[in-house]
């Protein structure tokens, strides 16, 4: 049975692909008539076969690495208009968002979608510090360098939290070469909404000659939101605004040693979540007696520091992440307590993190017969959690709260590991890793009910050991064809599950009760990497199975204090996933170059997990079966100081299970599959740039994901034009 909207026929992917690919090739050959393609198109939006990488905690060539990766250079983020996690990902095949807005994102990569836990389940680092989270810190991505995709779990080089794989964001760093500046200024317009526009600016200077250099970016975004509220009568209640910054000094006083201090500040405000309520029947509305707010302030401090001994590089990365959650929501009392969808309740979140992490490793250097690394981690996580909820009386929030739990979790991770790759044959490399990795773990914490005295939950401590191993090998079948298998392990920290001891139910034993374990994956993974007529076409393509044991999830028990059924974490029932990607990237003629990419994933239970209504053969939720990018582009030359190109974007976003958390009122909250494109064109010259731009260009409705009985929708139609310069 669909659900109870009447979504328009969905354009059949054939014909999208056709649409935008005569948007794309159309213009480039009839600008082939009058105009000349730009004598050197050799960029490095195209050049994949030079681009280096740090997936392996050195410096290697993409195309050498014994695994599947996508790495966007800063040059591919301008071209495709990136400029936070959600225009990124929905680019590469393979990954796919459990969306909720800004900020408030979860990323799942083959198939392994968080159905519970305190962490996410892919790894994501900026400028090599860990930010762990359910859901990922959104930078405003301007002045990068790179973001690296890592496909598949990454345990044994980036630890705790990686059991999908990892997303790797690196900024520019300072340059002792000459003073720089550079600046963007954006307008743009949604449909169903109203105007936005950011402004971003970048200042490099070199204090002291060859030894001492600053780089400062700074940032504003003002984004209109698109969801009205029809009880207080406000519109585009879902805006967001964005602002920050970031500085960082590079010390190098000789070739041997250098050191990279860093600090980036944001603060993100955003209204009510990027939500319908179905009920209403009205597409893009949904209702509330009260506006609702996020705040989300995040803060990073890092320090990288490099020793060249010749034979080997020490590297110490050490940084300290804090990020602070505010959350006023309203939802309806048929949520919480199966009452009126027309009565409300209100609830006020403060989610504070704070993280400190440290590693030192030892990486050989040179391409020699035997290269190695081996290192040490630290990581101190601190994640608290205040809720109060209110009642809604008469249009405000009731003066005291009704419930109010207070959670302080704490955990300490201390790992050893090492990796090393050994030339077999001339063309044959294997490469071994190991990491040793101990969890300690306390809890602290305290609830209320109906204005009685707060339980206190002081459960003991507790802590996990185990090992991530790694095994790869690589072939050179010729010398612009690598072919590699690899098996990987990845892993995610357990915890308490808030739970106090004494108060076991009958049939769970006290440590089921007090304690969630870690969740693990392994991943068995062949692939190829490949290079075609002279470089102008490279074929990247990777197969996998995936092994999900010990899956967190939310559990239940009836509280009989409050009569009431009480959440926390469990581990229950195992799952797989499997599929495949493909990537080519191509450049036909010149001028003209092509992004393509492919991959199916087919992610289910492969035991029962009753507790989340979940059965063998169950696909795991928010995991579209197919997804598919493309983007084009073509550039020519106008005058000679003048270039101009047009390009477009498509992305197919296959249909995808719901969650196991979503209340059912229809037996059918799945999501349909659905298409977006885009379209940009624009001149520049060697130092500025002005286009024009399209997303979701067709206007695509579609409905994302769900939250409870909440609809998150796809943002529709955005237009919009962006000058930036660089001298």
């Known amino acids: 049975m669909k659900s109870r909207y009447n979504y328009k026929e969905r354009r059949k992917l054939t014909w999208m692909a056709t649409t935008v690919l005569a948007g794309m090739f159309i213009p480039a050959v009839a600008a082939q008539e009058n105009v ?4 050197n198109n050799d960029d490095a939006t195209f050049n994949m076969e030079e681009i280096v990488i740090t997936a392996t905690k050195r410096e290697a060539k993409l195309q050498d690495v014994p695994l599947s990766v996508r790495a966007l250079q800063g040059d591919d983020l301008i071209r495709i208009g990136a400029v936070d996690l959600d225009s990124y990902a929905r680019t590469v095949p393979g990954i796919s968002l459990d969306e909720s807005g800004p900020g408030q ?87 169903k909404g109203g105007e936005g526009y950011a402004a971003r600016g970048m200042v490099n200077v070199p204090l002291v000659d060859d030894i001492l250099a600053m780089r400062f970016v700074g940032y504003y975004r003002d984004d209109s939101g698109f ?187 201390y790992a050893v590991f090492g990796e090393g790759s050994y030339e077999l044959t001339e063309n044959l490399d294997l490469t071994l890793g190991l990491r040793y990795y101990r969890e300690v773990y306390s809890y602290n914490g305290s609830e209320s009910f109906f204005g009685g005295a707060p339980t206190l939950k002081t459960p003991p401590n507790g802590n996990d050991t185990n090992w991530s191993p790694k095994f790869a090998l690589t072939y050179k079948a010729t010398a612009d064809l690598n072919l590699y298998a690899n098996v990987t392990k990845g892993y995610r920290a357990g915890g308490h599950t808030a739970n106090n001891p004494v108060d076991t139910p009958p049939g769970l034993t006290e440590k089921e009760f007090t304690f969630f374990q870690p969740d693990v994956s392994w991943n068995y993974e062949a692939g190829f990497k490949g290079s075609f007529a002279d470089g102008k076409l490279i074929v990247n393509a990777a197969a996998y199975y995936i092994e999900w044991q010990n899956m967190q999830v939310f559990d239940q028990f009836l509280n009989t204090d409050v009569g009431d059924f009480v959440s926390y974490i469990s581990n229950a029932g195992s799952a797989e996933s499997k599929g495949f990607e493909l990537e080519v990237f191509a450049r036909p003629i010149d001028g003209l170059s092509v992004n393509a990419g492919i991959a199916y994933t087919d992610a289910t239970l492969t035991e029962d997990a009753p507790v989340i209504d979940g059965y063998k053969g169950d696909s795991l939720g928010d995991i579209p079966d197919w997804t598919v990018s493309l983007d084009a582009q073509y550039e020519f030359n106008l005058t000679n100081d003048l270039d101009a190109y047009v390009g477009g974007s498509y992305q197919y976003i296959g249909e995808a299970a719901d969650n196991f958390t979503a209340v059912v009122f229809d037996d059918d909250r799945s999501i349909d599959s659905y298409n977006i494109a885009g379209l940009r064109v624009g001149i520049r010259s060697d130092n500025w740039e002005f286009r024009l731009f399209a997303d979701n260009l067709f206007n695509e409705y579609n409905v994302l994901s769900y939250l409870v009985i909440q609809e998150v929708l796809l943002p529709p139609r955005k237009v919009g034009a962006k000058f930036s310069f660089h001298f």
């Open 36 to 39: 000349t393609a730009p004598e």
């Open 227 to 413: 969801i009205d509220n029809i009880t207080t009568g406000k519109k585009d209640v879902n805006d967001m605004e964005r602002k920050g910054g970031r500085v960082q000094f590079l010390y190098q006083p000789n070739e041997e040693f250098d050191v990279t201090l860093g600090a980036y500040y944001q603060k993100m405000t955003t209204g009510s979540l990027q939500t319908q309520n179905p009920r209403i029947g009205v597409r893009y509305q949904t209702r509330a007696p009260i506006d609702e707010s996020n705040i989300q302030n995040i803060f990073q401090v890092s320090a990288n520091a490099n020793y060249d001994f010749g034979a080997a590089t020490l590297t110490s990365v050490t940084g300290y992440y804090e990020r602070d959650q505010e959350l006023n929501q309203i939802f309806s009392q048929f949520i919480a307590f199966g009452g009126s969808d027309d009565e409300f309740a209100g609830r006020k979140n403060d989610e504070p993190t704070s993280i400190f992490n440290h590693e030192m490793r030892l990486v050989s250097n040179g391409d020699e017969k035997f290269d190695w690394l081996f290192g040490v981690y630290y990581n101190r996580r601190n994640q608290s959690f205040n809720q109060d909820i209110f009642f809604v009386t008469d249009g405000a929030l009731d003066a005291d709260p009704f419930i109010s739990f207070l959670e302080e979790f704490k955990i300490r991770q």
């Open 105 to 191: 994102n979860r990323v799942n990569i083959r198939g392994l979608a968080s159905v519970s836990g305190r962490a996410s389940t892919v790894g994501y680092y900026i400028d090599g510090i860990a930010q762990s989270q359910n859901e990922q810190s959104d930078l405003e991505l301007y002045d990068v360098r790179s973001v690296e995709i890592l496909r598949g779990p990454q345990g044994t080089l980036y630890g705790e939290g990686s059991i999908g794989g990892s997303i790797l964001v690196s900024t520019n760093k300072p340059s002792m070469e000459g003073f720089e500046v550079s600046g963007d200024l954006e307008l743009s317009s949604i449909s």
